[in-house]
């Protein structure tokens, strides 16, 4: 049988050749890009640096928070990976009335966010994926997690109906992606209110979910697919170490199977090219960084 070897100095090496320095003004500043030769994204830097922390491998924080602070403009989906950046250069970003803020070096900062006033109850409405169809983070439901995960509700918000909305998706959903995105919100509104138990039916139900997902070494989309993606791996992982369940035994080997030739992670055994969130996903998967967004203080 074939043994596959995760290269972890191949994984850094392909991370830190994605790094963009900038040198303006006698202001250094880094940032990442899946792609060579383009500008640094703030997505990617996210991906990049929470990788490089789940490594313990060294990470340019002062020039990644030079990089965020030179933005006058965000919108939701960059201010939510902007604040995870911040949060893990060891920042305490806030967002006050459409504004990120931070303090720095003993500097206020405030960066200008556009954030949706969209009822979060509508973006259930929505189909899973986005125009970004590859990121399961660019979703609409994603939408929703990244405002409740800034904070970003309006003050009429209906948090109860949220979650019921959330629970209707966790019992009837038999897409592993969705039932991880439910979980996920309720996880969020718990935050909120306390409320954070499912029933043993619902985790009953995740379960037999997972089963019906599992391939020995890694998880469908669905019960109707034949085909591991990392996306339906990284939902099924997260859902079993949420519930305490067991993973697939062959889980390890499958991670390993999609490292490129470069360090990098592609989403599929079947081939594709390395990205710096597949990057992230492989290292969740195979056990890095169990709450890389909460580290201990």
């Known amino acids: 049988m074939e043994v596959f070897v995760l290269n972890l100095e191949a994984l850094l090496r392909y991370i830190n050749e994605r790094r963009v320095r900038i040198d303006w003004n006698d202001c250094i500043k880094s940032g990442y890009s899946s792609v060579r030769g383009t500008e640094p994204s703030i997505q990617d830097t996210f991906f990049a640096i929470a990788s490089l922390k789940m490594l313990n491998a060294e990470s340019p924080d002062d020039e990644i928070v030079c990089f965020i602070l030179d933005s006058d403009y965000l919108d939701l989906s960059r201010a939510y990976y902007a604040a995870g950046c911040l949060k893990l250069a060891g920042c305490i970003p806030q967002l006050n009335d459409g504004k990120l803020e931070l303090q720095y070096r003993g500097e206020h900062h405030a960066i200008e966010c556009f ?74 509104i718990a935050k909120i209110d306390g409320q954070k138990k499912l029933s043993e039916l619902q985790i009953t139900q995740l379960i037999s979910l997972l089963e019906r997902c599992e391939t020995g070494r890694g998880y469908t989309p669905n019960p109707e697919s034949n085909t591991e993606t990392l996306e339906s791996t990284y939902a099924g992982c997260m859902i079993a170490r949420r519930i305490k369940h067991r993973e697939p035994p062959g889980l390890r080997s499958f991670v390993d199977l999609l490292q490129n030739d470069n360090g990098g992670f592609r989403r599929s055994p079947f081939g594709g090219i390395s990205a710096l969130e597949h990057c992230y996903l492989a290292l969740r998967v195979a056990g890095f960084g169990h709450d890389i967004m909460n580290p201990a203080p």
Not at 119 to 125: A, D, H, V, W
Not at 133 to 151: C, M, P
Not at 167 to 184: G, I, N, P, Q, T
Request: proline share 3%.
């Open 115 to 188: 954030i949706p006033k969209t009822p979060l109850i509508k973006y259930f409405e929505y189909d899973l994926y986005g125009m970004h169809a590859s990121s399961i983070f660019s979703s609409s439901l994603g939408t929703l997690l990244k405002r409740l995960e800034l904070g970003a509700l309006s003050s009429d918000e209906d948090v109860e109906s949220i979650r019921r909305s959330a629970l209707l998706l966790l019992e009837k959903s038999r897409e592993l992606v969705r039932a991880y995105m439910a979980l996920e919100i309720l996880e969020r």
